[in-house]
């Protein structure tokens, strides 16, 4: 173990800080699971992911990853040779590829210069062309976590509508759900697809499935294998406020608290702070006179930020000299931009000074990795920041 | 409670942030104090703190506040009426007086403007005059948290020696210890009184005394009437490990702990964390363009900052507009200075990119409340923080 004087900052975009409230509740003895008092709990937990989602359909509870939810809106929903159309947004959607691949689907993925969101027009293209409708599914990373390039999934649904093509909207909202503007009902999700780790502030070791109508009418008629992940199973059980196998009960009790936290603050001020914070750590960039990844104004994350390092200059070389010297950690560059990229989360539960200690951490460690930049990085943070159109920190009053 | 996105940075002089590590330790089950498994721990924490205050004499632990330790140290070794010689150098110092009028004791007060440490040439003064030894202890506050001056106790020590006087050297290091440099045998103090809030990293609750055989002898024969606080049942029963009232079991598990993360930096690396800190946050303030309360470099504390405000200006609206617009308890101003300066605590479990956040919300904080300054604070911190010169932060494995 490291020595830590003053806490670690743990700037990658995930898993995230978890708020003391959430690791205090997660730190209760464990509930028999099948008992009156977990029912209460199971309840109030299915309802309140409900809200978080934004949805009055179901949301599935998985003990798992996010790998697990991404697999479970597969075998779900889809078949072996059935196809469906991807965009290779960057690593993650590269990986759920991957899990599609293994589920022998028949793939077709639009490539992208992993510095854009998905390819709305040839989505589009594709799905006009697709006269017999033989695509199954259209599979999106709303944020994808390893570009900081976000895809909007309503722009999806829209092309969708205007194509009157029956297809499953699927959409991995990993890393944006309760961090980036989400409505699972209003946009006409098919599948939405989160992890506890992220905007949730949890620990990892929770995956969700949120579900329209059309997707639980789809998996009804899928007869492809099953069993863990099935949603029906899940569905029935749930309406007695418990599981169909063990649930991870100690971070159900997180759950609770952190959806409550979301709420205290308010979702939509939960999202206008990630945006807030995004919008400072680019003024930063800019004033570094560095690249961000996302080449896209419109498709910037609030969540996290990507960052190029000059040409001939290792980014996990930078990240190292910034965890030693400041115990801070930083994404790494992930897939074909290993090495020529670094990450910064500023998503979850976070806040404008941690922001600033994030962001002095970078900036200090720009310059002790002789990585060439400008300073002024953090100054320009502050400007944004101190913004006197930004409304102050809401304040309420919590039990 | 306040609706915190992200942590609060509790940067008032202490108490201080408490690390997860001691947090987890104190949330066990409370153990019988009169058990073998509890003798264990006793004498565990018991050495700890004296290797904590460099000391091979005893440290009593009380379940108190500093204020109880301070009492302790009088109700010990003082009668009514004694003489004893005291330096007003600020809230604390004038607090502490307090006690010792409650206790009826002839204090003589060496008055100073409160910007500076003890009077060393008026204790030398008053010591040289006292031919017939009627002083009986001279008492300073090592870290004066009121003011950020530091009074060095080898210095006063060194009065004793140069006038050959038996007064006892009582010090209060309540903010210093585990943060400044501190040696109870090698500077020959008789009583050193700490607290369990401040550079110990531990919630409020235990009281530190500790004595000096002269100051244990003087103790024996002092008559006056005392029971909670007594030294001698203290240390008759901390020979078994145990005490001879119920002490604060819970703080005592994180006592062993922050001592271990003390000892895992290794104290010199704390003191030399802590000057680091304090050069950075000078060097912002002389960026501001703001005075610091304490007018003496040599007495800078290395615990903490204060700050003046400029003439016309409200240190604690200042204050106000930092905890409302980014959730940072700053220290108020106390005393005479109340409203004219306010308090950058640095000390305890904290490190460089805790200091950035810190300042950056100062600095922010004083642009949004109008306080005439110059922008530049954080971005001069980060020169000192960087500065080659200093070794990065020391790593090491602990179990």
């Not at 492809?224 to 991870?248: C, E, L, V």
Request: net charge neutral.
């Amino acid at each position: 173990m490291t020595l830590h004087t003053g806490r670690h900052f743990l700037q990658i975009p995930g898993p995230t800080n978890v708020p003391d409230r959430v690791l205090r509740a997660i730190d209760m003895p464990t509930l028999d699971h099948r008992g009156a008092e977990f029912a209460v709990l199971g309840h109030d937990v299915l309802a309140a992911v409900q809200r978080v989602f934004r949805t009055k359909q179901p949301v599935i509870i998985y003990p798992s990853s996010g790998t697990g939810a991404w697999e479970a809106a597969i075998v779900n929903t889809l078949s072996p040779g059935d196809k469906v159309l991807m965009s290779e947004t960057g690593q993650f959607a590269a990986l759920w590829l991957g899990i599609a691949n293994k589920f022998r689907l028949d793939v077709d993925m639009l490539p992208t210069d992993w510095r854009h969101g998905a390819p709305l027009d040839l989505i589009e293209e594709r799905l006009k062309a697709d006269r017999e409708h033989k695509i199954k599914a259209v599979m999106v990373v709303h944020n994808e976590t390893s570009t900081s390039c976000v895809t909007h999934p309503l722009e999806v649904r829209k092309i969708l509508d205007r194509t009157k093509h029956p297809a499953l909207l699927m959409v991995d909202t990993i890393s944006g759900l309760a961090s980036l503007e989400y409505e699972h009902d209003a946009w006409g999700i098919d599948v939405s697809i989160a992890g506890s780790q992220k905007g949730m502030m949890l620990p990892p070791g929770l995956g969700f499935n949120a579900v329209s109508e059309k997707a639980l009418a789809v998996s009804k008629a899928n007869t492809s294998t099953r069993s863990y992940w099935d949603w029906h199973d899940m569905i029935a059980i749930n309406k007695q406020g418990t599981f169909p196998y063990t649930p991870a009960t100690n971070l159900l009790y997180g759950l609770k608290v952190a959806v409550a936290m979301l709420e205290e603050e308010g979702l939509e001020n939960v999202w206008a702070r990630h945006k807030r914070h995004g919008a400072a750590t680019r003024a930063a960039v800019k004033a570094w006179g560095l690249e961000p990844v996302c080449q896209d104004p419109q498709a910037y994350s609030p969540a996290l930020t990507a960052v190029m390092v000059p040409q001939g200059h290792d980014a996990d070389a930078f990240r190292k000299v910034v965890l030693d010297n400041f115990d801070m950690s930083l994404g790494t560059g992930l897939g074909k931009i290993k090495g020529k990229a670094f990450r910064i989360g500023h998503l979850g539960h976070f806040n404008d000074l941690m922001l600033m200690g994030t962001l002095a951490g970078v900036e200090m460690g720009l310059d002790l990795a002789k990585v060439p930049h400008r300073t002024g990085g953090v100054a320009a943070a502050m400007e944004v920041l101190k913004g006197r159109d930004v409304v102050a920190m809401p304040k309420a009053a919590v039990a």
